[in-house]
């Protein structure tokens, strides 16, 4: 899979181990990965957008 591949939720959801739904309210929300929207019926994520939401939500041990 490269780094700048295109992923439908189906995927995405594989690739983060969340299901279609809970990206769908994320979106909704405004609080998941960025997303694309090239038409008002297609959803796309740049697996390197998926990849900088997961870094960003890491926590360091003992932070919390």
């Known amino acids: 899979m490269t780094e700048n591949q ?3 939720p189906d995927q995405a959801g ?5 299901t ?12 998941g990965p960025r997303y ?3 038409t008002p019926k297609v ?3 740049r697996r390197s957008d998926l990849d900088a939401w997961l870094n960003a939500s890491s926590v360091e041990p ?3």
């Open 62 to 64: 003992g932070a919390a």
């Open 20 to 31: 279609v739904g809970h990206l769908a309210q994320l979106r909704y929300r405004g609080q």
């Open 43 to 45: 959803v796309l994520y």
């Open 36 to 38: 694309l929207k090239p």
């Open 6 to 8: 295109y992923l439908d």
């Open 14 to 18: 594989d690739y983060l181990h969340l």
